[in-house]
Protein backbone atom coordinates (compact mmCIF):
# COMPACT_ATOMS: atom_id res chain seq x y z
CA UNK A 1 0.00 0.00 0.00
CA UNK A 2 1.56 3.50 -0.69
CA UNK A 3 1.19 6.48 1.24
CA UNK A 4 -1.95 6.99 3.55
CA UNK A 5 -2.87 9.71 6.17
CA UNK A 6 -3.68 9.18 9.84
CA UNK A 7 -6.26 10.81 11.44
CA UNK A 8 -6.62 11.36 14.77
CA UNK A 9 -8.97 8.84 15.21
CA UNK A 10 -6.27 6.38 14.00
CA UNK A 11 -3.77 7.29 16.59
CA UNK A 12 -6.23 7.64 19.75
CA UNK A 13 -7.76 4.21 18.85
CA UNK A 14 -4.34 2.69 18.17
CA UNK A 15 -2.87 4.10 21.89
CA UNK A 16 -6.15 3.39 23.51
CA UNK A 17 -6.46 -0.38 24.09
CA UNK A 18 -10.14 0.56 25.61
CA UNK A 19 -11.22 2.36 22.54
CA UNK A 20 -13.68 0.59 20.46
CA UNK A 21 -11.73 0.57 17.36
CA UNK A 22 -8.33 -0.26 18.95
CA UNK A 23 -8.58 -4.38 17.54
CA UNK A 24 -9.99 -3.38 14.41
CA UNK A 25 -7.22 -0.56 14.13
CA UNK A 26 -4.60 -3.13 14.80
CA UNK A 27 -5.80 -6.06 12.59
CA UNK A 28 -5.60 -3.18 9.96
CA UNK A 29 -2.78 -1.74 10.66
CA UNK A 30 -0.82 -5.44 10.32
CA UNK A 31 -2.80 -6.83 7.41
CA UNK A 32 -2.14 -3.47 5.37
CA UNK A 33 1.58 -3.28 5.55
CA UNK A 34 1.69 0.33 5.30
CA UNK A 35 4.96 1.79 3.53
CA UNK A 36 4.61 5.07 4.87
CA UNK A 37 1.78 6.92 7.30
CA UNK A 38 1.57 10.25 6.76
CA UNK A 39 0.10 12.65 9.71
CA UNK A 40 0.05 16.51 10.53
CA UNK A 41 1.50 18.62 13.79
CA UNK A 42 -2.27 19.96 14.23
CA UNK A 43 -3.45 15.77 13.82
CA UNK A 44 -0.80 15.13 16.99
CA UNK A 45 -1.83 18.32 18.58
CA UNK A 46 -5.28 17.33 18.56
CA UNK A 47 -4.02 13.72 20.04
CA UNK A 48 -2.58 15.12 23.28
CA UNK A 49 -5.03 16.88 24.23
CA UNK A 50 -7.52 14.07 24.07
CA UNK A 51 -5.42 12.31 26.73
CA UNK A 52 -4.22 15.72 28.32
CA UNK A 53 -7.32 14.56 31.37
CA UNK A 54 -6.62 10.99 31.19
CA UNK A 55 -3.90 11.07 33.95
CA UNK A 56 0.16 10.59 33.98
CA UNK A 57 -0.07 6.82 32.78
CA UNK A 58 -2.03 7.93 29.39
CA UNK A 59 -0.01 11.64 29.00
CA UNK A 60 3.02 9.62 28.88
CA UNK A 61 2.03 7.28 26.46
CA UNK A 62 0.74 9.67 24.08
CA UNK A 63 3.83 11.72 24.45
CA UNK A 64 5.97 8.76 24.17
CA UNK A 65 4.24 7.67 20.89
CA UNK A 66 4.96 11.00 19.05
CA UNK A 67 8.73 10.63 20.32
CA UNK A 68 8.69 7.32 18.43
CA UNK A 69 6.71 8.68 15.54
CA UNK A 70 9.52 11.29 15.02
CA UNK A 71 12.26 9.08 14.55
CA UNK A 72 10.16 6.55 12.54
CA UNK A 73 11.00 6.05 9.34
CA UNK A 74 7.42 4.91 7.99
CA UNK A 75 6.30 7.88 9.87
CA UNK A 76 6.30 11.22 8.44
CA UNK A 77 4.95 14.20 10.09
CA UNK A 78 3.99 17.43 8.31
CA UNK A 79 5.02 20.33 10.18
CA UNK A 80 2.18 23.11 10.88
CA UNK A 81 3.12 26.10 9.06
CA UNK A 82 1.44 29.88 8.39
CA UNK A 83 0.35 28.23 4.88
CA UNK A 84 -0.89 25.29 6.12
CA UNK A 85 -3.42 26.90 8.98
CA UNK A 86 -4.43 29.88 5.82
CA UNK A 87 -5.33 26.83 3.59
CA UNK A 88 -7.30 24.88 6.40
CA UNK A 89 -9.14 27.91 7.46
CA UNK A 90 -10.26 28.50 3.66
CA UNK A 91 -11.56 25.19 3.27
CA UNK A 92 -13.41 25.67 6.85
CA UNK A 93 -14.81 28.45 5.18
CA UNK A 94 -15.75 27.17 2.40
CA UNK A 95 -17.64 24.37 3.77
CA UNK A 96 -19.65 26.36 6.66
CA UNK A 97 -22.83 23.54 5.91
CA UNK A 98 -20.33 20.87 7.15
CA UNK A 99 -19.34 19.72 10.98
CA UNK A 100 -15.34 19.78 9.68
CA UNK A 101 -13.24 20.48 12.17
CA UNK A 102 -10.33 23.49 11.96
CA UNK A 103 -7.78 19.79 12.02
CA UNK A 104 -9.95 18.09 9.61
CA UNK A 105 -9.63 20.79 7.01
CA UNK A 106 -5.92 21.44 7.55
CA UNK A 107 -5.82 17.42 6.56
CA UNK A 108 -7.49 17.65 3.90
CA UNK A 109 -5.69 20.13 2.24
CA UNK A 110 -2.47 18.63 3.26
CA UNK A 111 -3.59 15.12 1.92
CA UNK A 112 -4.48 17.07 -2.01
CA UNK A 113 -1.38 18.85 -1.73
CA UNK A 114 0.30 15.52 -1.01
CA UNK A 115 -1.25 13.23 -3.59
CA UNK A 116 -2.92 10.77 -0.75
CA UNK A 117 -6.20 9.92 -1.46
CA UNK A 118 -6.69 7.66 2.04
CA UNK A 119 -7.12 7.89 5.28
CA UNK A 120 -7.03 6.11 8.63
CA UNK A 121 -9.99 7.54 10.34
CA UNK A 122 -13.89 6.41 10.53
CA UNK A 123 -14.91 10.22 9.74
CA UNK A 124 -17.39 10.42 7.21
CA UNK A 125 -16.32 13.80 6.57
CA UNK A 126 -13.48 12.73 5.12
CA UNK A 127 -15.41 10.70 2.44
CA UNK A 128 -17.30 13.52 1.42
CA UNK A 129 -14.27 15.34 0.28
CA UNK A 130 -13.58 12.83 -1.73
CA UNK A 131 -11.03 10.80 -0.03
CA UNK A 132 -11.47 6.74 0.78
CA UNK A 133 -12.15 6.51 4.65
CA UNK A 134 -10.08 3.12 5.44
CA UNK A 135 -11.62 2.22 8.65
CA UNK A 136 -15.16 3.45 8.11
CA UNK A 137 -17.28 0.39 9.62
CA UNK A 138 -20.16 -0.35 7.20
CA UNK A 139 -23.27 0.96 7.60
Known sequence: MSAVFAD???WIAFTNVQDLAHERVKTFTRAAKLDLICTTEEVLTEYLNYFA???????????????????????????????SFR?????YRARLDKGYSLTDCVSMQTMRRE????VLTNDVHFEQEGFRALLREPS
Open 8 to 10: TFY
Open 53 to 83: AWGPHFRRMAALNIQNMLVNRTVRIVSQTAD
Open 87 to 91: TGLGL
Open 115 to 118: GIAD
